[in-house]
């Protein structure tokens, strides 16, 4: 069996005289085998897709081999997915690193055979001298954090997306792999909605749409499971989670983008005890950039609001206002979750927030006084933690 397959492998992709390109002798291979094969890119978009069966769609095998092929080198790791046996092993092309996914429709061959079929797949490719299309989807979220929206139009169609399907823009810091892709693959195989990613240096980038079963009459347009996934990754304590959700095409995914690329950094000092941050916590923190750059009589218009409290003597000052940041930032003017920020009783706040009241002038909860308020308080938060 080992010399059969490996010898009808080579005899089917190296006829460089019957076949007019790699991508044609390698769909003879699988079908004359029995197996079927899909190369990826390295943020796991299909590049060549051989189907031979359908017992399994290569979507389902992506979702569920995902989890757990990061980290696989080039000696390939089966996956068992609903009885069907999956390989995953890397393979190294001059143009970069990819996945490649076999799968053995009969369950006829061995670890080794599998492992020699893939070497031959990835020799043939250079003899071949087979060069991967560029991965259109990946290129499209690469446009989207550059801003390059002509570039994302013209990709779309490449990449298979409708821009009116693109519901949200997100990007992941400081995450364990594992557990994001364990929430991805879980979101994925029970909602409508599909993911496109990319991992950078500085996180994971990527797009929420509506998949190819999302029915228009569903809650909230899909929002509502876009929601789940980001309570889901909050479980990683470590990781920081961007998202505008409630995107209007090509150019709201753009705008959304750069909303998370320029406020990320100063986001995450203003709502220190945040790990999900929506479109409402970061156009704040725009407007404070806005304020903060321009400066002048603008800035002090809110600091002013602060000046009250200067009279009541630095340290006592500095209390209460730290009692009013996490008041109104982190605990959503919420007493007994102040007191748990702070570690202090929760009449100790209440004494204070009423202090505060008495400085002000005004009544905290007052929908006049909140609005200045925070954007005050978070200017104040940006600039103690430069």
């Not at 500085?202 to 228009?216: C, M, P, R, S």
């Not at 876009?226 to 961007?242: G, H, V, Y």
């Not at 409290?309 to 996490?326: D, I, M, P, V, Y």
Request: aromatic residues 10%; glycine residues 8%.
């Amino acid at each position: 069996m080992k010399t059969k397959v490996i010898n009808n492998t080579i005899t089917y992709l190296l006829n460089f005289e019957k076949y007019s390109s790699f991508v044609q002798a390698l769909e003879e291979t699988a079908v004359s085998n029995d197996f079927q094969v899909v190369l990826l890119s390295d943020d796991f978009n299909p590049l060549i897709t051989v189907e031979t069966r359908h017992q399994i769609t290569v979507d389902e095998a992506i979702r569920v081999g995902r989890e757990l092929a990061y980290g696989t080198t080039d000696t390939y790791r089966m996956v068992d997915i609903g009885g069907l046996k999956t390989y995953w092993g890397t393979v190294m092309l001059e143009s970069g690193k990819y996945y490649l996914l076999i799968v053995d429709n009969e369950g006829r061959y061995s670890n080794e055979e599998i492992n020699m079929l893939g070497d031959i797949i990835q020799l043939s490719m250079g003899m071949w001298k087979y060069k991967p299309e560029r991965d259109a989807k990946a290129e499209f979220v690469r446009a989207l954090i550059r801003g390059n929206k002509s570039l994302a139009y013209s990709l779309r169609d490449e990449a298979d997306i409708e821009p009116q399907d693109i519901l949200s823009v997100f990007c992941i810091k400081g995450f364990d792999q594992g557990t994001v892709e364990k929430a991805y693959t879980e979101f994925e195989k029970n909602s409508s909605l599909s993911l496109i990613k990319i991992d950078e240096e500085n996180g994971t980038h990527g797009l929420i749409l509506k998949g190819k079963t999302f029915e228009a009459k569903e809650p909230d347009n899909g929002i509502e499971q876009c929601i789940k996934l980001f309570d889901k990754l909050k479980e990683d304590k470590k990781a920081r989670f961007f998202h505008v959700t409630g995107i209007d095409g090509v150019e709201g995914a753009v705008d959304g983008m750069r909303l998370i690329t320029e406020t990320g950094p100063f986001v995450e000092r203003v709502f220190p005890y945040k790990r999900v941050f929506s479109k409402y916590e970061m156009v704040l923190v725009m407007n404070c950039i806005y304020i903060q750059v321009n400066g002048g009589q603008m800035k002090k218009i809110f600091t002013d609001l602060l000046e009250p409290f200067r009279k009541e003597g630095s340290n006592k000052a500095k209390q209460l206002l730290t009692t009013l940041e996490t008041f109104v930032l982190d605990a959503g003017m919420n007493s007994v979750k102040t007191s748990e920020f702070l570690e202090v009783h929760t009449n100790t706040v209440q004494y204070r927030l009423k202090k505060i009241n008495e400085i002000l002038g005004a009544e905290l909860t007052g929908n006049r006084v909140i609005p200045g308020l925070t954007i005050a308080l978070a200017l104040r938060r940006m600039e103690n933690k430069k």
